[in-house]
Nanobody
Framework: QVQLVESGGGLVQPGGSLRLSCAAS????????MGWYRQAPGKERELVAAITSGGSVNYGDSVKGRFTISTDNAENTVDLQMNSLEPDDTAVYYC???????????WGKGTLVTVSS
């Protein structure tokens, strides 16, 4: 069973930065897509950023130019660098991965990001 464990969430002031990391229990070459989603209170879960095994990236409109997704093949992680954070970025952030073999989708348990002064 694949496990995804997020870390790096916390409280940050508006304009600040955070870096989230998601550690996979298996080699990330097993996945054809990895990404980050978020869910704010009372809202649906939405895509933040995704990266394919070929290196193509896709960002949600609200985070373009502020967030950067990357993978570390040696550490089996997918990371999300978040800059210029805004109160509307407050949410639980979830790591996601899709198997290249079975197409099964896996989710982490989430990490809370709170942007507030």
């Amino acid at each position: 069973q694949v496990q995804l464990v997020e870390s790096g969430g916390g409280l940050v002031q508006p304009g600040g930065s955070l870096r989230l990391s998601c550690a996979a229990s298996r080699n990330i070459f097993r996945f054809n897509v990895m990404g980050w989603y978020r869910q704010a209170p009372g809202k649906e879960r939405e895509l933040v950023a995704a990266i394919t095994s070929g290196g193509s990236v896709n960002y949600g409109d609200s985070v373009k130019g502020r967030f950067t997704i990357s993978t570390d093949n040696a550490e089996n992680t997918v990371d999300l660098q978040m800059n210029s954070l805004e109160p509307d970025d407050t949410a639980v952030y979830y790591c996601n991965a899709r198997s290249a073999i079975t197409a099964a989708t896996y989710w982490g348990k989430g990490t809370l990001v709170t942007v507030s002064s």
